[in-house]
């Protein structure tokens, strides 16, 4: 008698916790799909600014060849002594053809601030649609306030902006590091958890249309998706990476290493995005196929228009020396040539008539 109650008692236990994980699962269901709906913080991002207190990672054990990248995050700490080089041994850059006789002259610069509010994420909604640390490394946001792996044409055209002018484009980049410090996300996804090991240092940011060399632009679409660069470069290749830093006073040249600048000046990336469309999508398989880059003397490949090309300059205040790193993929180990951006055209329609009324006329707005 006593034992079929114990058994009873345990049963009854047993049910109550199953009863407690299907709730608790329906619960975050319903928060993922409220989310999804309104643009809100995605919960899987969230939950990985929780601190990780729950002991030894169990993908941690065994082999070391088959774990996961972050098992070694501390050998992941910092880029290679060759993937920095003395600013003052790079030669000029090689002069470019003058511009053409239709082209367009004038710049349009979007004022979005520097992300003081610290709107960070491990995502990526371009190339990685709906996956919580889908990027597996840091990223810098300005513009849209509601940018995380679950965004849409939607969510992002419901939220506020930095962005003056009601542009609520998204504006997004790799983070910066300073490998001397203690960063906030050390046991966290996309930082330490992925090698990616520092402070995160704050740029002043510069993000600029510009014009084609050879002829006027026309609008972007709405919700047109843009990157540049390739955040797998390393073991890509250099074919689709755009990688150019230089250092401020040394503008006259750039590297697709991490320049060490001299003092009193600041380490710059220059990140200049393909702007020759398609005229018929606003995103394509390969998150390229859509918009490519001109040619070599600045006009678009055929059946392609230009658009305003959005280029982005980040400034930074950088640790003297080989003390600052880029945020990568963990088998990329901070090659600087990984260097990228993301953006998307959330402008209304009449800021974005002005940005090619300003580039076609020669106007600096």
């Given amino acids: 008698m006593r034992i079929r109650q114990t058994l009873h008692r345990r049963r ?44 030894p990672d169990p993908a941690c054990d065994g082999d070391p060849a088959t774990q996961p990248a972050r098992c070694h995050a501390d050998t992941l700490a910092a880029p290679k002594a060759s993937d920095f080089v003395d600013i003052k041994k790079i030669q000029p850059n090689v002069r470019v053809a003058p511009p053409g006789a239709n082209a367009s002259k004038g710049t349009f610069v979007a004022r979005c601030g520097n992300n003081e509010d610290n709107h960070r994420n491990p995502d990526n909604f371009i190339v990685a649609l709906g996956l919580a640390n889908g990027a597996h490394h840091m990223h810098d946001y300005v513009g ?35 490998t001397k410090k203690q960063g906030q996300d050390a046991n966290l996804d996309g930082g330490g958890k992925d090698g990616n090991i520092g402070g995160i240092l704050r740029p002043n940011v510069k993000l600029e249309f510009r014009g084609n060399a050879q002829s006027k632009v026309k609008a972007m679409p709405r919700f047109l998706r843009v990157i540049t660069g390739d955040a797998k470069a390393g073991t890509n290749g250099p074919a689709n990476a755009k990688a150019q830093w230089t250092c401020t006073g040394f503008n006259d040249r750039v590297t697709t290493k991490y320049p060490l600048c001299p003092q009193g000046s600041q380490v710059q990336r220059i990140l200049d995005f393909p702007s020759c469309w398609d005229q018929a999508n606003t995103d394509s398989a390969n998150h390229r196929a859509h918009i490519l880059f001109p040619g070599k003397d600045g006009s678009c490949p055929a059946r392609t228009a230009a658009v305003p090309q959005l280029r982005m300059t980040l400034t930074y205040s950088v640790p003297q020396g080989q003390a600052f790193a880029l945020d990568t993929f963990p088998e990329q180990n901070h090659n600087p040539l990984t260097d990228h951006g993301d953006f998307a055209n959330v402008m209304p329609i009449g800021l974005m008539n002005k940005v090619v009324d300003c580039v076609n006329t020669g106007k600096s707005c």
């Fill in 144 to 178: 849209n306030k509601s940018t995380n792996g679950l965004s849409n044409d939607l969510t992002l055209d419901a939220a506020g902006t930095t962005c003056q002018q009601g542009d609520k484009s998204t504006y997004f980049w790799t983070v910066l590091r300073d």
């Fill in 12 to 55: 009854g236990r047993y049910l109550i916790a199953l009863a407690s994980v299907v709730a608790l699962g329906l619960v975050m269901g319903g928060i993922r799909a409220s989310q999804a709906a309104t643009g809100g913080a995605d919960p899987l991002t969230e939950a990985a600014k929780i601190p990780d207190d729950q002991g």
